[in-house]
Each structure stands twice: as structure tokens, then as C-alpha cells.
């Protein structure tokens, strides 16, 4: 698996997000010399560097370089996108030494996705952020990760194929609404999967369990990955969890999501021709 040192820079943020964390959105903003300690305790590889919205801060670039000062093979990034619409800016990023960029799209048109991220403008900015991350030759790997929510499901199709058209690298489906059923949500999920597939763009989820994806489980993130990420979820595991072959490895459903809908239509993976492969992931 593949793992990230995580460094918090603060929850400010020039997008209002309806479905952002509280935990993010609440948080101040993280002292330099905190963030500075934590960079130079080499303890991996990789990091990540997301808030709020880093890029807000005076010191960004001073903390870009502060990872690339100490030889992180990885850099990434998670950003709305809004300010690599300043090209110079983004070209301040590459030079810095930041490579891998994962940015958000709520919706494949700025009425929906200026609606998800309460900032009128905000579709516009980040489209041009990923026409310019397109236009610049440079090696880079772009993650577009797009939210799913009760407001944006049926258009996850739309905004999956847009996002092909700007070259990206890898696509991520997470589960951010809980008011949200599965059942709702799985075709337009299993479509957008087929979508990227046949661009051979490689696709994944996050937040749902192997139960609901069945036949589709190798595109489950969480097992690349780990289960928790920086993004807050909370699982627990249901009455019909013992009798499926993935108990030992998936740690069950996002407890938000049982409390809303209970656990009938959640079904036991009774066996997987994926099973063997994943589990061995996981050591």
C-alpha cells in the first residue's frame, strides 16, 4: 500500500462547501513551525498537503519547499483547483517541486457545482486550473476526486466523462452525503466506472463497502490505500457482516449510513473471484 505522511495546514478555505467536515472547516490554521517539525521527522516517502485550502497561505510555497528540501519522493497536493487558474501560479507549484494534484469536481456545469461549493465562480476557476495543469508538458499525475451527494448523483456519468477530457490520471468516487442510498446511487456509479474504464482511466471508490460492490470490489480505494483517510468516516460492522468472506478485512458500514438506512439491503459477499488478490494486499 501506498501511504502519505498527512500534513493539516488549517481550514480556511475560499469555497463554502454544503458537505465539507466540520473538522476541516472548523480547524485554525496550523503554525509554521508545527507544520515545519512534522516535515522534518522523515519517518516515509510520500506526504500530502491539504486543508481547507492550502494554497490560501502566505508560507505555501515555503512549506512546498520545505518537503522538497527534505526529499520526499512524493508531493501531493489537494486543492479546489481555484488558483491553478493563474498559470504562473501553477508554474511556481512545479518548480517548487509539487507533482501530484488531487482536485475536486462537484458537477459537470457551474450551476451545479457552484451550488455544492456555495461560491459562485468557483466551476469556472477550477476548470481553467485543469485546462492549465493540461497545457504544461511537465510530468505530473492529476486525481480528480468527485464528491457524491443526493444533489449530484444522477450527473456522475457527466462530470466523470468531462473530467476525462483533461487528460487526468485517475478518478476517485467518494461517498460524502449519508442521506445518500446506495441503491440510488449504484447505477450511475457503475456507469461512470465503465465510462473511464473503456478511456482506460483507472477508477475508484471510496466510502463504499465490498456489500455493494459486489463483481466491482477491485475498485474499491480503501483497499490500495487503508481505511482511514483524511476524510472522516466512521465504521462499524452489522448483523449479517459475520457471514461474509471480506469480515476480517473491511471494517463495515460507515455508521452515519445505518442510522439512516439501516442494514436490510446490505447483503454478505458469500464469495469473490476477486478475494484471494485483495485479501493478499492486505499481508
Known amino acids: 500500500m501506498l501511504h502519505y505522511k498527512e500534513i493539516f495546514l488549517g481550514g480556511r478555505c475560499n469555497n463554502n462547501c454544503l458537505y465539507c467536515s466540520t473538522r476541516h472547516k472548523d480547524s485554525a490554521q496550523t503554525d509554521f513551525n ?51 487558474s493563474d498559470i504562473q501560479f501553477l508554474f511556481r507549484i512545479f518548480n517548487a517541486g509539487c507533482y501530484l494534484f488531487e482536485m475536486k469536481l462537484w458537477g459537470s ?30 510530468d505530473k499525475f492529476i486525481y480528480i476526486r468527485i464528491p457524491l451527494c443526493k444533489q449530484n448523483y444522477g450527473d456522475i456519468e457527466n462530470t466523470v466523462a468531462m473530467a476525462l477530457n483533461f487528460g487526468v490520471n485517475r478518478i476517485i468516487l467518494a461517498l460524502e452525503d449519508y442521506n445518500l442510498a446506495f441503491k440510488l446511487a449504484l447505477p450511475h456509479i457503475r456507469n461512470a466506472l465503465n465510462i473511464s474504464i473503456f478511456n482506460r482511466v483507472w477508477i475508484l471508490t471510496e466510502g463504499l463497502p465490498f456489500c455493494v460492490m459486489q463483481g466491482l470490489e477491485q475498485h474499491l480505494s480503501e483497499i490500495y490505500t487503508g481505511w482511514q483517510t483524511i476524510y472522516d468516516r466512521n465504521y462499524r460492522h452489522h448483523k449479517n457482516c459475520r457471514n461474509c468472506v471480506y469480515h476480517e478485512i473491511c471494517p463495515g458500514i460507515e455508521i452515519r449510513y445505518l442510522k439512516q438506512f439501516g442494514d436490510r439491503e446490505l447483503l454478505p459477499v458469500k464469495s469473490s473471484k476477486y478475494f484471494h488478490d485483495i485479501k493478499a494486499l492486505y499481508g
Open 34 to 84: 508545527s507544520i515545519s517539525t512534522v516535515l522534518n521527522q522523515k519517518d516515509g516517502e510520500n506526504v500530502v498537503i491539504y486543508g481547507g485550502e492550502p494554497t490560501l497561505r502566505s508560507d505555501f510555497f515555503e512549506i512546498i519547499l520545505g518537503a522538497q528540501r527534505n526529499d520526499y519522493q512524493r508531493i501531493k497536493l489537494i486543492t479546489n483547483g481555484r488558483i491553478l
Open 109 to 138: 456545469n457551474p450551476d451545479l457545482h457552484d451550488y455544492l461549493t456555495q461560491s459562485p465562480g468557483s466551476f469556472r476557476e477550477t476548470i481553467k486550473g485543469l485546462e492549465n495543469l493540461q497545457r504544461i508538458s511537465s
